[in-house]
Nanobody, 115 residues
Framework: QVRLVESGGGLVQPGGSLRLSCAAP????????MGWYRQAPGKQRELVSS???????AYADSVKGRFTISRDNAKTTVYLQMNNLLPEDTAVYYC?????????WGQGTQVTVSS
């Protein structure tokens, strides 16, 4: 069973910052596209950002300019730096790794943006 281990969620005030981490096995990290998804109560899970094994990134329009995805090859970890957080960013954030024929998820970490 492949494990993606997430950390870094929590409660933050509007305008604040958080950094999420997702540690992956090397067999996954160096081959798959890694992504962060989120799911708010009553809503569908949506893609927030992704990064390919070659370092190409993509972002949802709602987070462009505020969130940055990056990867540390030495630690086989993907990060999501979230700045200027808004109440509408409140959700459970999930790490994902995928390639054709393979798709796996982390357990999720709660991010709550509230004053």
């Amino acid at each position: 069973q492949v494990r993606l281990v997430e950390s870094g969620g929590g409660l933050v005030q509007p305008g604040g910052s958080l950094r999420l981490s997702c540690a992956a096995p090397g067999s996954i990290f160096f081959r798959d596209t890694m992504g962060w998804y989120r799911q708010a109560p009553g809503k569908q899970r949506e893609l927030v950002s992704s990064i390919t094994s070659g370092g190409n990134t993509a972002y949802a329009d709602s987070v462009k300019g505020r969130f940055t995805i990056s990867r540390d090859n030495a630690k086989t970890t993907v990060y999501l730096q979230m700045n200027n957080l808004l109440p509408e960013d409140t959700a459970v954030y999930y790490c994902n790794a995928r390639r054709p024929g393979f798709d796996t998820w982390g357990q999720g970490t709660q991010v709550t943006v509230s004053s």
